[in-house]
């Protein structure tokens, strides 16, 4: 049995599969075209898990899965302990986590109400900042909440940041670079020692050619 390897279903899994497929790693299966979670590989008895991203680290550090690819994003909010090590950035699915507000809005409140699904990461960052923040747990579409007045302002992935203009928003802040990462399970660090750093090499390798 060689790799079990959990993927971020959605953008990362699309920006990720060209760099696995360069580095051996092929699904005997079309992916995308399948309602389908778990594909073997053409080569070296692999098998390809596709999950939520934010479930990606759980299964890594359970050992579900030797190897996981996930954003960083995921890992910066996850409060599951230890279990993995982030071994290697993938450089795919380039974004930043940004806190955001309506265009001119002063920010003066206090507490400052802050709508997130990344609690954790607007918890720390503005704590360190010494500002007193009442956050509240969203699960998408964060840009709504200054617009319905449920919060004073957002943290969220911003790319382009196309989402925000489109709803009269601006950044503010950068709290984190975002790319995709590859995560190792720390038994499989050791017990499988040699098929993961076969693995790393050879995405690194292509890395360095792109
Ligand atoms: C993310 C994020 C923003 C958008 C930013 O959402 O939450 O809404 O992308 O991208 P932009 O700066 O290029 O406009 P995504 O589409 O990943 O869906 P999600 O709400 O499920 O996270």
């Known amino acids: 049995m060689g790799l079990t390897i ?3 279903r959605g953008r990362i899994l699309k920006e990720c599969m060209p760099l696995l497929e360069a580095a051996g790693i092929r699904p005997e299966e079309d992916i ?7 594909f073997k590989t053409v080569d070296g ?3 390809l898990v596709i999950m ?5 680290p759980t299964y890594v550090a359970y050992g579900a899965a030797d190897v996981g690819i996930t954003g960083k994003d995921t890992l910066l909010e996850y409060r599951g302990g230890g279990g993995f090590y982030e ?3 993938l450089g795919i699915g380039r974004c930043r986590i940004m806190s955001a507000a309506p265009v001119g809005a002063g920010l003066n409140q206090s507490p400052l109400t802050v709508a997130t699904k990344f609690v954790n990461i607007a918890e720390e960052y503005y704590e360190s900042k010494g500002r007193h923040v009442s956050i509240i747990k969203l699960s998408g579409a964060m840009e709504l909440a200054p617009l319905m007045n449920l919060a004073d302002c957002i943290v969220d992935i911003v790319d382009t940041g196309n989402t925000l203009r489109a709803n009269g928003l601006e950044p503010l802040e950068t709290i984190a670079e975002i790319s995709a990462r590859l995560i190792v399970n720390h038994a499989s660090m050791k017990t499988r020692f040699d098929e993961v750093q076969h693995l790393i090499e050879r995405l690194r390798q292509n890395l360095v050619e792109r």
């Open 45 to 47: 008895d692999h098998r």
């Open 52 to 56: 939520r991203g934010s479930d990606v």
């Open 87 to 89: 071994r290697l950035d």
């Open 32 to 38: 995308y075209g399948s309602r389908k979670l778990v």
């Open 6 to 8: 959990a993927l971020n």
